[in-house]
């Protein structure tokens, strides 16, 4: 839906929980966001259709925790 802010965390296959906001890096939508920065655009084909998202912000591990590299 249009201006609605998603939050998604990209994890392992097996650590998937798209219910969470928990997706795989595997999935159609986070094979999408690997390797994107904030600010971009991302169109993505989904078995419901096509999908538009604007990365608005990212956090890693490490930005989460308070501890960066």
């Keep these: 839906e249009q201006g609605q802010t ?3 965390q990209l994890v392992m296959p097996e650590d998937a929980a798209p219910e969470q906001g928990m997706i795989s890096t595997a999935s159609p939508i986070g094979r ?3 390797n994107k ?3 971009d655009d991302v169109t993505v ?3 419901n259709g096509t999908r538009q998202f604007e990365i608005v912000k990212l956090l890693t591990l ?3 925790d ?4």
């Design 66 to 69: 308070g501890t960066k590299a």
């Design 45 to 47: 084909t989904t078995p």
């Design 32 to 34: 999408a966001l690997v």
């Design 62 to 64: 490490h930005d989460e």
């Design 6 to 8: 998603i939050v998604y």
């Design 37 to 39: 920065e904030e600010g």
